[in-house]
């Protein structure tokens, strides 16, 4: 049951250059998007969010895109520094199961010096 | 900053023992859930507990779970006859609210280990 995928498994990226992580959906039910970054041994730790409402929502150096046409949502990150070295995961919850989130597999994202 | 807190960070049991997870939620959240993440797999919802009932919870979440909130602080997750394939991550969450648009806040977790 995939509702929510992140198809890029890892990512690498220069300090200072733009990360952009991508999520695909395909429940037309979700409408709201969360993004999430963990640490290993750690919880997920909340980062942006956004309603099926907006297209685009910014937070400092993340913002992050929706594109409800294409089931598409992406998490930019600029600049990125080396602390954003962490696994992040896509988040959807939907009208048709308040509260219940499904998860991507997670893009572990690697900055560079 | 207030934050969700789970005890053990790691418990280890012999298969068929009986384990409790312990959290406590942000003290103004009305809405909890249990996550789990099995090595290398994704994050998985379990159930979610709203006004001391279930309010949902997956196809995982069979009889030998349940939950509860024992006081006004903690919530539990207990597992009756842990099984090998029940080794994982378990996250606790907690949120203001349960509709669509309420950011869960996840715990630091529990590693469960089956032995």
């Known amino acids: 049951d995939q509702q929510v995928k992140q198809n890029s498994p890892s990512l690498s990226v220069q300090e200072g250059r733009i990360s952009i992580l991508n999520c695909d959906y395909t429940?037309?039910?979700?409408?709201?998007f969360l993004w999430y970054k963990k640490y290993p041994a750690e919880g997920p730790t909340f980062l942006i969010s956004?309603?099926?409402?907006?297209d685009k929502n910014e937070d400092g150096r993340f913002t992050v895109f929706l594109n409800k046409s294409a089931k598409h949502l992406s998490l930019h990150i600029v600049p990125s520094q080396p602390g954003d070295s962490a696994v992040y995961f896509c988040?959807?919850?939907?009208?048709?199961?308040?509260?219940?989130?499904?998860f991507g597999a997670g893009t572990q994202v690697v900055v560079t010096p | 900053e207030p934050e969700v807190t789970q005890t053990p960070s790691h418990q280890v049991t012999q298969m068929g023992q009986e384990v409790i997870l312990r959290c406590v939620p942000i003290?103004?959240?009305?809405?909890f859930y249990w996550y789990r993440q099995i090595l290398g797999q994704k994050v998985e919802f379990l159930v979610s507990?709203?006004?001391?009932?279930?309010?949902?919870k997956s196809e995982i979440f069979d009889d030998q779970f349940s939950v509860e909130r024992p006081d006004g602080s903690n919530f539990t997750l207990k597992i009756r006859s842990t099984k090998l394939e029940d080794s994982a991550m378990y996250f606790c969450?907690?949120?203001?609210?349960?509709?669509?648009?309420?950011?869960?806040?996840f715990g630091p977790g529990t590693r469960l280990t089956v032995l």
């Open positions: 969450a907690s949120s203001e609210a349960r509709g669509s648009g309420d950011t869960q806040y």
């Open positions: 429940n037309s039910m979700f409408d709201y």
């Open positions: 956004i309603s099926s409402i907006k």
């Open positions: 988040a959807a919850s939907g009208t048709d199961s308040w509260g219940k989130l499904q």
């Open positions: 003290s103004n959240h009305l809405y």
């Open positions: 507990f709203y006004n001391n009932e279930i309010s949902e």
